[in-house]
T-cell receptor
Framework: KAGVTQTPRYLIKTRGQQVTLSCSPISGHRSVSWYQQTPGQGLQFLFEYFSETQRNKGNFPGRFSGRQFSNSRSEMNVSTLELGDSALYLC?????????????FGPGTRLTVT | GQQVMQIPQYQHVQEGEDFTTYCNSSTTLSNIQWYKQRPGGHPVFLIQLVKSGEVKKQKRLTFQFGEAKKNSSLHITATQTTDVGTYFCAAISGNTPLVFGKGTRLSVIA
């Protein structure tokens, strides 16, 4: 099976702009989670989608939003970018069956805000 | 919210030495997972522990879940340069989403 793919891999934006990141999960996986990774804060949970519904949300401002489509692909959007939004954004998909919650991560999108 | 504390933050070892990272929670965990992230890479799932007192082995890696299901450890025997990376624990408690520890960055000196 193909792994989790994320596009774009690298992105440079300026403050105030908005950005949309895309994630295609492993075929058959219906759960998609998004994480922000920075050197100081580690891996921080943004949100999780399952069957097009947001199941959980982390402690991020409303500028961070996401959605999931019927084919399980997911997008996350960050509006009014701030310098502190520079990070590696990781998407992970899960099968979630029989108590198994292992996450399969994509390569990430490296976002730089200038 | 739920927090998972992971120690140490950094560990430098000579090749051949053992390495252990610990993960602790103040709440009872449903399960705990371990991931490895190589420099410049993304986290890769290693294992999931579910049962109280569970011990699992993968070659030189030994994973343990505490009896009270509030702590876990990852032990690597005789480290090799290929073990370099950051090791994360991640835990679920009830209906909360997966919470990651801050990770332990392992350096191995040849």
């Amino acid at each position: 099976k193909a792994g989790v793919t994320q596009t774009p891999r690298y992105l440079i934006k300026t403050r105030g702009q908005q950005v949309t990141l895309s994630c295609s999960p492993i075929s058959g996986h219906r759960s998609v989670s998004w994480y922000q990774q920075t050197p100081g804060q580690g891996l921080q949970f943004l949100f999780e989608y399952f069957s097009e519904t947001q199941r959980n949300k982390g402690n991020f401002p409303g500028r961070f939003s996401g959605r999931q489509f019927s084919n399980s692909r997911s997008e996350m959007n960050v509006s009014t970018l701030e310098l502190g939004d520079s990070a590696l954004y990781l998407c992970a998909s899960s099968f979630i069956q029989g108590g198994s919650y292992e996450q399969y991560f994509g390569p990430g999108t490296r976002l730089t805000v200038t | 919210g739920q927090q998972v504390m992971q120690i140490p933050q950094y560990q430098h070892v000579q090749e051949g030495e053992d390495f252990t990272t610990y993960c602790n929670s103040s709440t009872t965990l449903s399960n705990i997972q371990w991931y490895k992230q190589r420099p410049g890479g993304h986290p890769v799932f290693l294992i999931q522990l579910v049962k109280s007192g569970e011990v699992k082995k993968q070659k030189r890696l030994t994973f343990q879940f505490g009896e009270a299901k509030k702590n876990s450890s990852l032990h690597i025997t005789a480290t090799q340069t290929t073990d370099v990376g950051t090791y994360f624990c991640a835990a679920i408690s009830g209906n909360t989403p997966l919470v990651f520890g801050k990770g332990t960055r392992l350096s191995v000196i040849a």
